[in-house]
């Protein structure tokens, strides 16, 4: 097999997994309808911020979340997961949550990927992030081209030159690239993956990772 037809093989292994791991995640949580409160666009507000973490350093459960900006689930998870777990368990203290990216759907996975680590250096990934999902980009079509990147930095306020600059930096293709080489490392299926301290959550629905939170609570408490 030559390297073209090698890197075409991949690239529709990648496209399979995501859309199983996708479907997997809709349909439990279609299951689960009901079971997570309600989120609104201010869920991050007046929490602590560092990166693409949000939440007390101290708290005693740290939730991870793998995740690629093209992945179709990974912007209903950042809806029905991530925004009410923030709301509930990261407002009381006792969860802190954190993006890890997983680029690996396509050029424009990588390019939001080094546009989100460059929004995070100017301490805005929150509000970027969130402009980002509501995107609802797949398939490498455009809506994370280098201009869209850059013009959605500036509805946030940030400079657009300064922000162009790091965009195209080497800083920001090594955080790209080391955030892909260490999803790999993990074994990553597929996004989103969920991780509480360090377990991996088998199953993609807020019920499930509930439990899981609950659980590692409990373990903190004995």
Known sequence: MNQRLFKLAVAFAAIVVVVLVGAQFVSVNRADSGTAPAADDNYFQGLPMAGTTIGRADAPVLVEEYMDFQCPACQVASEQVVKPLIQKYVAEGSVRFAYRFFPFLGPESVAAAQAAYCA???????????VLFAQRGTGNRGAYST???????????????SFRACLHSEDAQVYAQGSYQRAVQLGIPGTPTFFVNGQRVEVNSYAALERAIEAALRQTQQ
């Open 120 to 130: 995070a250096v100017e301490g805005a990934f929150w509000p970027y992030q969130q």
């Open 147 to 161: 201009e869209n990147l850059v013009r959605y930095a500036t509805e946030i306020g940030l400079d657009a030159e």
